[in-house]
């Protein structure tokens, strides 16, 4: 570690210094240098940051360790009112923040303004969260001691954070999914600490939301280890950041063969630790016969703008669509033929993504058949637009076409019959959506696709886009493997700080003792299982 600055309350956080922060300190690291990189206009941006190397890790964890004690000893108003000004601090830093965020990642402004909306949202929702309560989990078997045989113990149930939290920004989210995003969101909601490995994609935007963070730490008095921002290698920094004992849980969105390595290095650990990893999804769409024979064209028309919205790089961009043949899928197919034809070709996140994204639509081509080509692309950073169609037998046999293909691409599979759909869908991997067109006519088909869809997705959407994803109490953004390590949660909405939290059993401890969740005379006014019967006395 060199050059070391400390973080105070009254710092700026709006000039970019290419600096780390661990725990409330900024740190110039001394390894690769990594610059942001406009691939709009094919420029590096000031100004260089370098990688940090293994002691910024032992820094960051060895403070966060520390931190873990007093920060989950915060009440839950006290982390809400923290969660809050995060959210109030990146906003003040919007003017600078938003065209930051666009030069690093070639989004439009408009993308990038709504994100910083999300953002500040899903902190809003937290503390939100953490107001209602119904995080802790409350729950009072009550002692029995006249029950024969055996008498029953006093037994009372609440959640504790799990500790230290590893976060991994994600390139397609440069602010949803990044530094102060859903994963640190509720990760600091539950009371967990977060040391946060930013993507080099956008190291500018790190810096300007982790300023933001570590100045509500700061102001809010919280111990400095409760939240570090670190730059390195994944497989260098990122697997030292989850090898780290004191590390208890980890938060990924990206890649499978990323999320897959840090699953196993956790597991291979002396304590093995949770990995929330989000990584890849093909999200199907099925055009059921009614939906298509009334609306096809226009269906045509609006897959399209969901496909190719911010270059496809939505981890649920719609890359298969699945329907019988006939005339009423080629009235479908013609329209996204059309509207695909016109599709400008626009940038992608990183030269990396969009070689990616080039290598697999070149598979596809040798793969299956050719529907329609965007306009091509007038740079290696952008994204010319692709569709494909197969039948259900090339698909199923083929690795290539069930492969994702992060960019602006999808395949049409022509099916033979219902039950050729049916199949289809059965035989499909793990996936975060699948979105069914239906109309009253389609019910029949559509009641005998729910149950095989609900085995494979974590959100199932009718007549409507899979691209954006409501942030809310009920929402799940998760669902069975390689969409994600762990499909019993969720990355998006409320239900995410569960992740962060375990269950304890309090048998018998004296009443003085108690934690106020499971407290007699109920201080926090939660709602609480009592005797099996949900209750706020
Ligand atoms: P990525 O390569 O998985 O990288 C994400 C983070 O994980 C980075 O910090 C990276 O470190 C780290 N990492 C990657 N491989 C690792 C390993 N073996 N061990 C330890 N850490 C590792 O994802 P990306 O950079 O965002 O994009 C690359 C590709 O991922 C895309 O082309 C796309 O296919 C896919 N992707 C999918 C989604 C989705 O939502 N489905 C989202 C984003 C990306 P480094 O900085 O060292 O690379």
Redesign the pocket.
Known sequence: MVDVTTFASETDTQTLTGQMIVAGTMVTGAGTEVRGFDPAAGTALEPAYRHGDLAVVEAACAAAAEAFGPYRATTSAQRAKFLEAIAANIEAAAEVLIPRAVAETGLPHARITGEVGRTCGQLRLFAAVLREGSWNGARIDSALPERTPAPRADIRQRTVPLGPVAV?????FPLAFSVAGGDTASALAAGCPVVV?G???HPGTSELVGRAVAKAVADAGLPAGTFSLLF????KL??AL?TDARIKAVG????????T??VA?AAARPEPIPVYA????INPVFLLPGALSTRGAELGAAFVGSLTMGSG???TNPGLVIAVDGPDLDTFVAAATEALAQAAPTPM??P??AK??ADGVRDLEGAADVLARGQAADSSTACQAALFSTDAAGFLASDVLQA?V?GASSLVIRCADADEVASVASKLEGQLTATVHADDSDTAEAARLLPVLELKAGRILFNGWPTGVEVGYAMVHGGPFPATSDSRTTSVGAKAIERFLRPVSYQDVPKSLLPSAIADGNPDHLWRLIDGRFTQD
């Open positions: 991994f920004g994600a390139s397609n490995k993507h080099d994609a390195g290698s994944g497989r990122g697997t989850v990924f969105t990206g890649s499978r063969s990323g999320g390595a840090l290095a989000e990584m890849s999804s790089q939505f981890c996140l990183t990396n993504i990616s994204y994702e992060f």
